[in-house]
């Protein structure tokens, strides 16, 4: 007994589930309290997978290894998904490309405005759950 559920969504229903992420996305990578962004500052961090490995050797904590490389993977997971269902066909090359370069944007945002760190491990991360979330969204079609 094999069923198969399939679920209809318009494109218009995919671009205001978009836009909503994009706004909620914005919140916290910006503004949020919840996401340590209550008072100004900024750091920048460019030694690769320093920050990494930091957190593997939980010297802050599992809660806050968990919450930074899991939020960083999950930051542009739902854009990647998105834009497979939207029916974004770029190469995997091209799409991580796509996720690296919008991940750098990001965390050079989060620098210039001080309200964070920029770091190279993040793009990684956010670049990774891209890809994840695109890989995702093309499993689905």
């Known amino acids: ?11 218009s229903s995919l671009y205001i589930l978009l836009g ?7 919140y916290l990578l910006y503004i949020s309290p919840f996401c340590g962004r209550a008072s100004n500052h900024r750091s920048l961090q460019l030694i690769p997978f320093k ?13 806050y290894m ?11 997971l739902p854009a990647g998904f998105y834009l497979a269902l939207l029916g974004w066909t770029p190469t995997r090359g091209k799409a ?23 770091d190279i491990d993040d793009i990684w991360m956010n670049g990774a759950g891209g890809l994840l979330g695109f890989w995702m969204g093309r499993r689905l079609l």
């Open 20 to 26: 909503l992420y994009i706004l909620a996305a914005l």
């Open 66 to 76: 968990l919450g930074n490389m899991v939020g960083n993977v999950f930051v542009l």
């Open 96 to 118: 991580l490309g796509a996720f690296m370069a919008a991940a750098f944007f990001v965390e050079l945002l989060q620098y210039l405005l001080w309200v964070g760190c920029m």
């Open 51 to 63: 920050t990494i490995i930091e957190q593997l050797s939980l010297s802050r904590g599992l809660d």
């Open 1 to 11: 007994m094999n069923r198969k559920i399939t679920l209809k969504i318009s494109k």
